[in-house]
T-cell receptor
Framework: AQTVTQSQPEMSVQEAETVTLSCTYDTSESDYYLFWYKQPPSRQMILVIRQEAYKQQNATENRFSVNFQKAAKSFSLKISDSQLGDAAMYFC????????FGKGTRLHILP | DTGVSQNPRHKITKRGQNVTFRCDPISEHNRLYWYRQTLGQGPEFLTY????????KSRLLSDRFSAERPKGSFSTLEIQRTEQGDSAMYLC?????????FGSGTRLTVV
């Protein structure tokens, strides 16, 4: 069965600094997608970034980038120049058919 | 298109009552998913539809839960004889194939 593990329940970062959230997953599939979703206190899930497993190049979206290590089944999220609005729960997610979510990392931004 | 719409936003019900939630997906998305999320946890998969066909149901979906998607458009999730353990946020998402767009969710409180 596919699983997604986020080992950091909470993290804090100073505003304008860089933070990396960790994620590992387990699958026997070769074709899949990986995502990071953000869930602010308003609770609507928002897609931050996605990575297709067949692509070797790491995805980047403005201040957000990933480090995708397929052999290690690792998919970390780096947030550069952290802003107060980045404070939220971040969920790592894997999709082959349906999406499976990790338990989340709560990110605090310190002013 | 205004995205995925869920109604109601909040529902308070007495234990033992039946409740029904509605989800209107993005019109061109053929896949529709239901998830349940409790406080501080990641969303847990309940069931999903491709068009009108219900393709998978989680073991979490007891016989008190039923979901429908008539004509492959909107979907309903019904919970019969609600229990306090059913209190959660129920999330709906739609997808064209990979990656989801989430609705704002329906928060159910069973008293």
């Amino acid at each position: 069965a596919q699983t997604v593990t986020q080992s950091q329940p909470e993290m804090s970062v100073q505003e304008a600094e860089t933070v990396t959230l960790s994620c590992t997953y387990d699958t026997s599939e070769s074709d899949y997608y990986l995502f990071w979703y953000k869930q602010p206190p308003s609770r609507q899930m928002i897609l931050v970034i996605r990575q297709e497993a067949y692509k070797q190049q790491n995805a980047t979206e403005n201040r957000f980038s990933v480090n995708f290590q397929k052999a290690a089944k690792s998919f970390s999220l780096k947030i550069s120049d952290s802003q107060l609005g980045d404070a939220a729960m971040y969920f790592c997610a894997y999709q082959h058919d349906k999406i499976i979510f990790g338990k989340g990392t709560r990110l605090h931004i310190l002013p | 298109d205004t995205g995925v719409s869920q109604n109601p936003r909040h529902k308070i019900t007495k234990r033992g009552q039946n409740v029904t939630f509605r989800c209107d997906p993005i019109s061109e998305h053929n896949r529709l998913y239901w998830y349940r999320q409790t406080l501080g946890q990641g969303p847990e998969f309940l069931t999903y539809f491709q068009n009108e066909a219900q393709l998978e149901k989680s073991r979490l979906l007891s016989d008190r839960f039923s979901a429908e998607r008539p004509k492959g458009s909107f979907s309903t999730l019904e919970i019969q004889r609600t229990e306090q353990g059913d209190s959660a946020m129920y999330l709906c998402a739609s997808s064209p194939g990979f990656g989801y767009t989430f609705g704002s969710g329906t928060r159910l409180t069973v008293v």
